[in-house]
C-alpha cells in the first residue's frame, strides 16, 4: 500500500501536478472513513459526527 501511494506522489512530481495532491488526501480520507465506518465498533462514534 505504501509503495502505491509512493508511486502516486512521484507520478505527481515528476509531472508537476501538485494541485491533485488535495483530491488524492480527501479520497484516502473518504475510504479510511467509510471502512471504518462500514461495520465496527466504531461506527456509532462516527455516524454521530454527521
Do not use: E
Not at 8 to 29: A, E, T
Amino acid at each position: 500500500m505504501f509503495q502505491s501511494l509512493k508511486d502516486i506522489l512521484s507520478f505527481l512530481g515528476q509531472r508537476k501536478k501538485w494541485w491533485l495532491i488535495p483530491i488524492v488526501v480527501v479520497l484516502l480520507l473518504s475510504a479510511i472513513l467509510i471502512a471504518a465506518g462500514s461495520g465496527s465498533a466504531l461506527s456509532p462514534f462516527i455516524y454521530s459526527l454527521f
